[in-house]
């Protein structure tokens, strides 16, 4: 029997049929997520990679392979699994905490303790004050902190983030993965980062598993044993960008995901001059 949380995926395959013929979509991914790790997966637009969330959170249950949880095969949506999009999908007439409440529709627990779930999920995510504020007198990166906290307020087992900072301004960016970090440490949950941001899939990622097109397969697992917090212009960071933008390179052009490491992408002084130049 597989550790508790553990979610195994074992030649997972994905097909679509659009117009009376069959579109592969995702092929043979094996992947073992441990729990409370953090694995970032990255890829070029198209690849599956939102499919493959949709079939972890079980919006889809035709595929072929399996995927398990705890031993169990995964069978629709559950409390245990929360999903967070890159439009923060927050109602609008509802408040900062109603719309945090929401994610506790469906939980058997009683009124009181869901009143104190929220609050102790608004302060996790740094929005003591705005209890009551409307999504239009938030920003972007704040909606998205109500996004979080709605997804974690049933303390699921596991996160799934779908390219959630893909709207931000780099910025707002950097400062939510420091955050997003930080709420991963402080609730010891597996969470699975999905993302086009080579940067920020090694920023947070315990691994990284990079994935190839037409149709979707893990092209490599690149794991990142690098403490934290994380230096992004450290040496072994930027050679662990560079190794895994290498994966992309010999792809065709159009799925090239960000231009090749430059020089100027960390600053020199940091690396060996051998370094500098070398793509
Ligand atoms: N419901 C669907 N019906 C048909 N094709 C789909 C459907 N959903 C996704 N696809 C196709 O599957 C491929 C992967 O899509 P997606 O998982 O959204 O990729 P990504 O998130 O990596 O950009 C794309 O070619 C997309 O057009
Ligand atoms: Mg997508």
């Given amino acids: 029997m597989a550790h508790a949380g553990t979610l195994t995926i074992s030649n997972l395959s994905k097909q679509y049929e659009v117009k009376g013929e069959v579109l592969p ?4 991914i094996t992947l073992t997520i441990n729990p409370g790790e953090f694995v970032s997966i990255v890829g070029s637009s198209g690849c599956g990679k939102s499919t493959l969330l949709r079939l972890l959170i079980g919006l889809e249950e035709d595929y072929q392979g399996e995927i398990l949880l705890d031993g169990g095969r995964i069978v629709g949506t559950s409390l245990e699994r929360g999903i967070v999009f890159q439009e923060h999908r927050l109602f609008p007439w509802l408040s900062v905490e109603k719309n945090i409440g929401l994610g506790l529709l469906n939980a058997k627990v009683p009124e009181e ?3 104190r779930s929220i609050q102790e999920h608004i302060e996790l995510v740094g929005l003591s004050g705005f209890e009551t504020a409307y999504p239009y007198q938030l920003s972007g990166g704040m909606a998205q902190r109500v996004a979080i906290a709605r997804a974690l307020v049933n303390r699921p087992e596991i996160l799934l983030l779908d390219e959630p900072f893909g709207a931000l301004d780099a910025l707002t960016r950097a ?7 930080r709420i991963w440490q402080q609730e010891s949950i597996t969470m699975i980062l999905v993302t086009h941001d080579v940067e920020e899939a090694i920023y947070l990622g315990d691994k990284v598993v990079v994935m190839e097109p037409r149709p979707g397969r893990v092209r490599r697992i690149v794991p990142v044993a690098l403490a934290h917090p994380r230096d992004r ?3 072994e960071f930027v050679r662990i960008k560079e190794d895994v933008m290498r994966e992309f390179i010999g792809q065709p052009a159009e799925e090239v995901i960000e231009p090749p490491l430059r020089a ?3 600053p020199s002084d940091r690396l060996p001059s051998t370094f500098r130049f070398a793509v």
Avoid: G, S
Wanted: a negative charge; charged letters at 35%.
């Fill in 264 to 266: 100027h992408d960390a």
């Fill in 233 to 235: 212009a450290a040496y």
């Fill in 25 to 28: 979509v995702l092929k043979d």
């Fill in 175 to 181: 400062h939510l993965q420091q955050e997003l970090h």
């Fill in 113 to 115: 303790e869901k009143r």
